[in-house]
């Protein structure tokens, strides 16, 4: 729908429907963009196609809401919304012919790492703010706001939003209710659990470009779909202040609330958070740093030194279990040696030696050593005092539970915090401590 991308078709006078073909200016998954001539009233148009695979049956359902949400869209008459002048269908695939658009989208920009400044961003994501809450109060869900369906105008410095409604018209049978619509990396959390979503949905998608344009990078990444799904789910990013010192810290509550997990913490309208960005729009920062990282700030140089970190604390955390090794051994041969001075252990050595002694089997007719130790009877006020019948347990789950945590330090070595198996470790080791808890509080 840009012109900066066009690249003219070898078939100049291909028609759809009654529009004449000029050019293809983009080509996606779902289909084709042309720009295109209507010669009924003289006007250059978007043309964009929307290929079909459908069953007769399923054909029928795409017809009833691809109809449904064009004409609904096309009803939207705002200056930050690409407005929609026809919808058809020819040759096996639909079309929707719209406002051509001369400018650039604003992934082009963040992709080509292109400095926005933090009144330009404010001014970008105001106007995106108020298309979309014109939209809902006619009862429009966009469903995936992403920076490809920005539109960053060459005169004026208008925005437009694109793609209103197309985001949920299945392309092929496999493509129904209950499935992923949208792009996951922009996706709200109920769009990814496939719940019922409203305008809270886009102003989720919306702070997550925000986020993007003032930090370089969106909130939510992953090698794989599945990570990207997961980190929606379950991570918090950090405020974009903490990552660009030159975004002014208003602007994090925005960001933060925006991006909220339950929709009922979020702005409740995209109004209200067009209404908090346009007081921001005085903050000005004493100083604003480019979105574009510097060399030391690279996603390899900060995952090189993720990674030499982990493995500082890995070591730190050897160090550690090998020094509280070395001091139980030590505090079992002193306190042996006072105790076979004396010919009485002290308490210190029953308690080591109800830590390390190891449980061997007992010959007929004689008792183990655990068994004669248990049974000792100690005299402090004429009272007996008896080692806990669980102790043998206990002991192994802390053996349990050292061995989880060293392949825990191990693990993050490799990978973050959130990774499926650090998280796995990490609930092994909860689960156990919570098992030790409960058999240390048991009583005789």
């Known amino acids: ?17 009654r529009y004449e073909i000029a050019a293809e200016i ?24 929307i290929r079909l695979d459908l069953s007769h049956q399923a054909h029928q359902v795409f017809e009833e809401r691809f109809y449904r949400e064009a004409k609904s869209a096309g009803r939207l008459n705002h200056p930050n919304i690409v407005t929609i002048y026809d919808v058809g269908e020819t040759e096996g695939s ?3 012919a719209m406002e051509y658009l001369e400018g650039e989208s604003l992934d082009m ?7 926005l400044s933090i009144e330009r961003i404010a001014h970008i994501t105001l106007q995106i703010a108020n298309g979309l809450a014109y939209a809902h109060q006619h009862g429009i869900i966009h469903r995936d706001i992403k920076p490809a369906n920005i539109i960053l105008m060459r005169s004026g410095r208008i925005v437009k939003i694109t793609d209103f409604g197309i985001a949920q018209i299945p392309t092929s049978e496999k493509t ?7 792009s996951p990396r922009y996706m709200s959390p109920e769009q990814v659990q496939s719940k019922f979503v409203d305008g809270r949905s886009d102003v989720f998608s919306l702070g997550i470009v925000l986020y993007e344009m003032l930090t370089g990078h969106p909130p939510f990444t992953g090698d794989d779909l599945g990570t990207i799904l997961y980190n929606i789910m379950n991570f918090e990013p950090a405020p974009p202040s903490s990552i660009n010192k030159g975004v002014p810290e208003p602007f994090d509550r925005i960001v933060m609330r925006a991006l909220s997990k339950r929709p ?12 908090d960005l346009r007081a921001l729009r005085s903050v000005t920062p004493t100083v604003v740093q480019p979105i574009n990282p510097a060399p030391d700030d690279t996603p390899a140089a ?17 160090s550690m279990v090998s020094l509280g090794i070395a001091t139980v051994a030590v505090l079992a041969i002193i306190a042996l040696t006072v105790g076979s001075d004396t010919g009485h252990p002290p308490p210190v050595t029953r ?13 007929p007719g004689s008792q183990s050593v655990i068994q004669s130790f248990s049974a000792r009877p100690e005299n402090h006020g004429g009272k007996a005092k008896k080692v806990q019948p669980n102790q043998i347990a206990i002991v192994q789950l802390d053996k349990k539970i050292q061995s989880l945590k060293v392949k825990r330090a191990e693990l993050l070595a490799k990978f973050t915090k959130l990774h499926p198996d650090v998280v796995m470790a990490t609930q092994q080791i909860k689960r156990l401590e919570q098992e030790k808890s409960k058999l240390a509080q048991q009583k005789e």
């Open 1 to 17: 729908m840009t012109e900066t991308s066009a690249k003219f078709s070898n078939k100049s006078h291909f028609k759809l429907g």
């Open 176 to 182: 129904g209710d209950g499935t992923l619509l949208g």
């Open 264 to 275: 009922a913490e979020r702005y409740q309208s995209a109004r209200d958070m067009a209404a």
């Open 302 to 318: 900060l995952l090189k030194r993720t990674r030499q970190t982990d493995k500082a604390m890995l070591r730190t955390l050897l």
């Open 109 to 115: 920009l963040l992709d080509n790492h292109i400095h």
């Open 26 to 49: 983009g080509h996606g998954a779902m289909g084709t963009v042309y720009k295109a001539h209507d010669p009924l009233i003289e006007r250059t148009v978007a043309l964009k196609t």
């Open 351 to 363: 308690y080591i030696k109800s830590i390390v002694t190891v449980p061997v089997p007992a010959a």
């Open 94 to 96: 639909a079309y929707i």
